[in-house]
């Protein structure tokens, strides 16, 4: 009987509210599925969501902050260099990533690094820099970073890397909202929405979510045809290219006829 009552005062701080965080957040999306058809041109996501609390804020408690980062499937790969060698541009030095994300994009309350601290970041690899990660250059690359840099700058003119700072809408330090803008040259596969409550650059909590990007209709039958059957969509290629160009063909003798 002493055990048993032992063990029931050790475990009343774990169920009481007290030992939980004292903020949480509650958040929902406008659509969790995006489907790619041959007329997509892109889609917008609206975030929100409202913090649950189970105590006060105390006055002197810096302001609430919320950040958003939604980021689709990571893949490896390789960024090359191209210099002129003899008149002509050539590959020469490469650098492998094994973690790139296909899209990222960052929406914050404010700046930054005054939403989310330097630690946090590193612990949470929010930030885009962080959730890139490339396993180590050549010994001939002094400059390894510019690799990394370079596959950023070539993605956020592509609207696949995006930084928005500001742009979540919070009210009376309980509801918040954003809005996420996926381009249309978007990778299938899931893509995962993390939201973070913080206060002082400190993260109180998270709440992460999936989003699912696929392609439909005839899109997606290509789509597998080419991944799983490549020799029978070859072969379909080729017929298609010479039934195209036999009914050309014909169309322009029935003109000149």
Known sequence: MRVALLLLLLLVPVLTPSARADETVVAGMSQNRVSITASFE????????????FQPVPDDAPPLEVLVAVAGPSVPLTVWRKERVAGIWVNTDAVEVDRAPSFYAVATSGP????LSNVEDLRHKVSLGRAIRSVG??????????????????????????????????SEETLF?????????????NYTARIFLTRGGNVLDAYETVIYVQKVGL???????????????????????????????????????
């Open 112 to 115: 930054f690094y005054d939403v």
């Open 219 to 257: 899109e997606r039958w290509l789509y597998v045809l080419a991944q799983n059957h490549a020799l029978l969509y070859g072969l379909l290629s080729i017929a298609l290219a010479i039934a195209s160009g036999w009914l050309a063909s014909a169309v322009f003798r029935y003109i000149r006829s």
């Open 177 to 189: 909202r954003t809005s996420i803008g996926l381009p249309a040259n978007l990778h299938e596969g």
């Open 42 to 53: 892109g889609s917008e996501i609206l975030i929100f969501g409202a913090v649950k609390r």
């Open 137 to 170: 250059a050549p010994a001939t690359v002094a400059d390894a970073s510019q690799f990394t840099a370079a596959l950023m700058r070539i993605r956020e003119r592509s609207d696949l890397y995006q930084l928005h700072e500001g742009t979540v809408e919070v």
